[in-house]
């Protein structure tokens, strides 16, 4: 029971943070910024980057529009499943944690726009990419940790088999009598 208390208030603690931080900034957005408009602190950085206060029905990044009620049930299904898998997975496999850790805050970051709000504040413009939000950029983020993360457990898998592959060959090899 303590390692479950232990691994979730772990887990609570980390994606709330990040929840904490989505829910403030959007907050910020919609009080300072109307719908539609541009802020940028410096008029030479807004070409590259700047605030754009948008509604967003879809996915990430303006994908899948009007599919709110979708994407909403679909957090909730990712996150109940987060919170299941998550006790499960050994804490040696920290980078797995992690990333989960941070979609599961970017569902609830979300989740809590399309119940309160109806859609998603996204605000990050960044270039000409898609503007987003840090509930996006915690899933997408959460996402290349995980692939880096089973990566790098497997290339380790790799190393630790021929390792031992290597040291069996040695044993069964004939010794010269000195």
Known sequence: MKKYIRDYSILLSFAGLIVIADQITKYWVRTNIPMGDMWSPWSW????????????TGAAFGMFQNFNVVFAILAIVVSIAILIYFPRVPREEWPLRLAMGMQLAGAVGNLIDRLTQGYVTDFVSVGNFAIFNIADASISVGVVVLILGVWIMDQSKKKAAESASEAASAE???RSNE
Do not use: E, G, Q, T
């Open 45 to 56: 950085l807004a070409p590259y980057a700047r605030f754009v206060h948008w509604k967003n």
């Open 172 to 174: 069964n090899l004939p």
